[in-house]
């Protein structure tokens, strides 16, 4: 499981990890609505979010892909592949 806070203080995201429901989740800090939930895409654990919380990035613990998504409603943004580890 991975959980993430954005810098603004203003939302909130977390996965469930491997076991959950394939979905991340983002949320309003302030009034605990769901914002966003997107397909973890087998991530499973690395979550973060931009510095204005508009933005989730999602990340395969030791993998070589980000998913990057809009925090409002989860339009998935991009996808990209590096050749390290993500960590």
Not at 27 to 50: F, I, K, M, Y
Not at 60 to 66: K, L, P, Y
């Given at each position: 499981a991975g959980v993430a806070l954005s810098r603004d203080g203003g939302r909130v995201a977390a996965v469930a990890g491997p076991r959950g429901d394939d979905r991340a989740?983002?949320?309003?800090?302030?009034?605990?609505?769901?914002?966003?939930?997107?397909?973890?895409?087998?991530a499973g654990g690395v979550v973060a979010l931009s510095p204005d919380g508009k933005l989730l990035a999602l990340a395969a613990a030791g993998g070589a892909e980000v998913l990057v998504y809009a925090t409002d409603g989860g339009a998935r943004r991009?996808?990209?592949?590096?050749?390290?580890p993500v960590n």
């Amino acid at each position: 499981a991975g959980v993430a806070l954005s810098r603004d203080g203003g939302r909130v995201a977390a996965v469930a990890g491997p076991r959950g429901d394939d979905r991340a989740t983002v949320w309003d800090a302030a009034t605990g609505n769901e914002l966003a939930r997107v397909p973890q895409g087998g991530a499973g654990g690395v979550v973060a979010l931009s510095p204005d919380g508009k933005l989730l990035a999602l990340a395969a613990a030791g993998g070589a892909e980000v998913l990057v998504y809009a925090t409002d409603g989860g339009a998935r943004r991009f996808a990209f592949r590096h050749a390290g580890p993500v960590n």
